[in-house]
Every structure is written in C-alpha cells, then in structure tokens.
C-alpha cells in the first residue's frame, strides 16, 4: 500500500515538473540561438539611396528661348572677339565647327517655338565653348614672345641695378608686369597683353635710367682716381726736390711758418 502511495507522489512529482523543464529548455534554446546566429544585413542602419537622374535627352527636357538666346549670345560675343583679333585662321576647323553649330542653333530658334529639344541646346553650347577653345590657344600663342620680351626687360633692369638707382620708376614697372601675370592665370588675355607691352617699355627705361647714373658715377670716381694719382704725382716730384736739394727744404719750413 505504502509502495503504490510512493509511486503515485514520483509520477505526480514528474508530472508537475515537466512543464517547468519544458519551458526551461525552450528558454536555453532561445538564448543559444540568439547567441550563435550572426545579425543580418537588416540588423544595421538603411542607407536611403538617392534616386538616379535622369540624363536631359532621357528625361526629354526641353530649352526655354530665353535660356538659348542667352548662350547665342555668349556664343557671338566670343565669335567677334575671334574676327576682332584676326584669329579665325588660328584654328580654322575648330573655327568652322563652331560656327555650323552656331548657325544651327539659330535656325531652330529661327522657325520659332518657346520650348526647344535637347540637341539645339547642345549646339549653342557647342558653339560657345569651341569660340572658347579657339580664343584661348590663339591668345596664348599671341602672348608668349610679348610675355617673354616683357620678362627679358626685367631680367635687363635688374642687371642695371634699376630696382636701386631708380626703385620707384623700377616699382612701377614691376608692378604693371605683374598684373600681367595676374591677368594671365585668369584668361584675361587682352588685358594681360596691354600689361605686358606697357612694361616692357618701362623696365628699358629704368634700365637706361639706372646705366647712365652708373656711367655718371663711374665718371667722378674716374676724375677722382685721377686727381688722386695727380696729387700722389706731385707729392713725389716735391719729395724727390727735397731730397736732392736740402736748402730748398729749408726755405719752405720757413715759407710755412
């Protein structure tokens, strides 16, 4: 009876406890499955992507009349600037080039509309920056012997001592010459060619200024040497005098006192 009572109480024990064990193994299971598995790729941040644009010819977007007419006109001006300064035989396929594109960007805006596609816009654009390319090379090509004549003469003035003998008109010069440089890194070519030819003239002045206040130096020291040899001259004849007559010595102690 006593036995029957026992099991009953282990199996009741067992019973009761299986569902603690139960949810004790679920609770380890979690632990060792968040413990060993890696975080994914949603475990970080989003980066949110900006979306992709659309290119202008992809997207279809069109060209107002006023926006083309602003580039034609760029596009004329550095035109006229080319012929101004004789420079259309510079490069002339590049020249001819711009042109065509020109004129076709014209006539498109020529047959009217408000809006335009796409490849006129390229045209104008074209034609601008082509106007530009030409420009740039013709006046760098222009400007090399007047920059180089123009360093020349400062290079001479120097050598005169120019910046000593005459600073300010040397300052001035120097000062015009390196608003040229200025003005060439910044593509300002006409300007950077008036300053280049305005200094050139100033350096040789100041280096002819600075020779001549050389030449007039030279000069008086010349004399000076010259009446110092004399004066040396002299001293020694009346030495040798003295030497060879001692009355005459005699008398001129007399004569000084």
């Given at each position: 009876?006593?036995?029957?009572?026992?099991?009953?109480?282990?199996?009741?024990k067992?019973?009761?406890?299986?569902?603690l064990?139960?949810?004790?193994?679920?609770?380890a299971?979690?632990?060792?499955?968040?413990?060993?598995?890696?975080?994914?790729?949603?475990?970080?941040?989003?980066?949110?992507?900006?979306?992709?644009?659309?290119?202008?010819?992809?997207?279809?977007?069109?060209?107002?009349?006023?926006?083309?007419?602003?580039?034609?006109q760029?596009?004329?001006?550095?035109?006229?600037?080319?012929?101004?300064?004789?420079?259309?035989?510079?490069?002339?396929?590049?020249?001819?080039?711009?042109?065509?594109?020109?004129?076709?960007?014209?006539?498109?805006?020529?047959?009217?509309?408000?809006?335009?596609?796409?490849?006129v816009?390229?045209?104008?654009?074209?034609?601008?920056?082509?106007y530009?390319?030409?420009?740039?090379?013709?006046?760098?090509?222009?400007?090399?012997?007047?920059?180089?004549?123009?360093?020349?003469?400062?290079?001479?003035?120097?050598?005169?001592?120019?910046?000593?003998?005459?600073?300010?008109?040397?300052?001035?010069?120097?000062?015009?010459?390196?608003?040229?440089?200025?003005?060439?890194?910044?593509?300002?070519?006409?300007?950077?060619?008036?300053?280049?030819?305005?200094?050139?003239?100033?350096?040789?002045?100041?280096?002819?200024?600075?020779?001549?206040?050389?030449?007039?130096?030279?000069?008086?020291?010349?004399?000076?040497?010259?009446?110092?040899?004399e004066?040396?001259?002299?001293?020694?004849?009346?030495?040798?005098?003295?030497?060879?007559?001692?009355?005459?010595?005699?008398?001129?102690?007399?004569?000084?006192?």
């Amino acid at each position: 009876m006593e036995s029957r009572k026992t099991k009953k109480m282990g199996k009741s024990k067992k019973t009761k406890l299986f569902p603690l064990f139960c949810a004790l193994l679920a609770a380890a299971c979690f632990v060792v499955s968040c413990a060993g598995t890696p975080k994914s790729a949603d475990d970080k941040p989003v980066v949110q992507e900006e979306p992709k644009k659309e290119s202008t010819a992809a997207a279809g977007e069109t060209t107002s009349l006023a926006q083309l007419n602003e580039t034609l006109q760029a596009a004329r001006e550095k035109r006229d600037e080319i012929i101004e300064n004789e420079f259309t035989e510079h490069d002339p396929e590049s020249y001819a080039k711009a042109n065509e594109a020109l004129e076709r960007a014209e006539q498109a805006v020529a047959a009217g509309g408000d809006d335009f596609p796409p490849s006129v816009k390229d045209d104008s654009v074209l034609a601008y920056t082509t106007y530009i390319e030409v420009l740039d090379a013709a006046w760098v090509e222009k400007l090399e012997p007047v920059r180089n004549d123009a360093e020349e003469a400062q290079q001479l003035a120097l050598k005169a001592k120019a910046d000593v003998a005459v600073k300010d008109s040397y300052n001035l010069a120097a000062e015009i010459y390196n608003n040229g440089n200025a003005s060439y890194k910044n593509r300002e070519w006409k300007e950077s060619f008036e300053f280049f030819t305005s200094s050139k003239p100033q350096f040789e002045d100041a280096a002819k200024i600075a020779l001549e206040k050389k030449q007039l130096a030279d000069a008086a020291l010349k004399r000076a040497e010259n009446k110092i040899a004399e004066s040396e001259k002299i001293a020694g004849e009346v030495e040798e005098i003295l030497k060879n007559n001692p009355d005459n010595a005699t008398f001129l102690e007399g004569e000084n006192l």
